[in-house]
T-cell receptor, first 114, second 113 residues
């Protein structure tokens, strides 16, 4: 079945460590996104990528990095510079940009600090 | 500055009745509005969307109404089923950005058998 796979589902990080969250899609979508959700809050955009080898910062990119070397993959690295990394991270993809191309989400990765 | 607001944190309805979830927005340049449904520990699932040039869109039990003059939209679920119990997010896109969904904080819908 086509979809978006995020792994792992739960991730623990020690202080000062970088961790990488995986996102893979087999929907043949060009655009991919990373959002962060905090308790009682809506989703906030971290990074997005319109096509391979291109990505742009969202509203809260500080302390995060991404790469888009393949169409189907858009990994997110949470660096030690991110001061409050504990959150639920969601990856999404869409055919293209724009409101007439709904974004579809994976099941998320919950990151916690040890 | 919260551009998309869902003022009701929760809503409880009886099975078979209508559920009405509300959303207000401030940015008149938004050109699409979307509703997502989210179960605990899962990602949001796209439900239905509406273009700003429309005032109604229907898909099965789900209907979204848009009132541009009031900057208000609503999602109607008829009839409500226990499986509809979830958090519902209103989102908007446009207004100079064709990539970023701006989300409300969500409304927890509980449908009682």
């Amino acid at each position: 079945d086509g979809g978006i796979t995020q792994s792992p589902k739960y991730l623990f990080r020690k202080e000062g460590q970088n961790v990488t969250l995986s996102c893979e899609q087999n929907l043949n979508h060009d655009a991919m996104y990373w959002y962060r959700q905090d308790p009682g809050q809506g989703l906030r955009l971290i990074y997005y990528s319109q096509i391979v080898n291109d990505f742009q910062k969202g509203d809260i990119a500080e302390g995060y990095s991404v790469s888009r070397e393949k169409k189907e993959s858009f990994p997110l690295t949470v660096t030690s510079a991110q001061k409050n990394p504990t959150a639920f991270y969601l990856c999404a993809s869409s055919v293209g940009l724009g409101g007439n191309q709904p974004q579809h989400f994976g099941d998320g990765t919950r990151l916690s600090i040890l | 500055d919260q551009q998309v607001k869902q003022n009701s944190p929760s809503l409880s309805v009886q099975e078979g009745r209508i559920s009405i979830l509300n959303c207000d927005y401030t940015n008149s340049m938004f050109d699409y509005f979307l509703w997502y449904k989210k179960y605990p520990a899962e990602g949001p699932t796209f439900l239905i969307s509406i273009s700003s040039i429309k005032d109604k869109n229907e898909d099965g039990r789900f209907t979204v109404f848009l009132n541009k003059s009031a900057k208000h939209l609503s999602l109607h679920i008829v009839p409500s089923q226990p499986g509809d119990s979830a958090v519902y997010f209103c989102a908007a896109i446009g207004g100079g950005s064709n990539y970023k969904l701006t989300f409300g904080k969500g409304t927890l819908l509980t449908v009682n058998p």
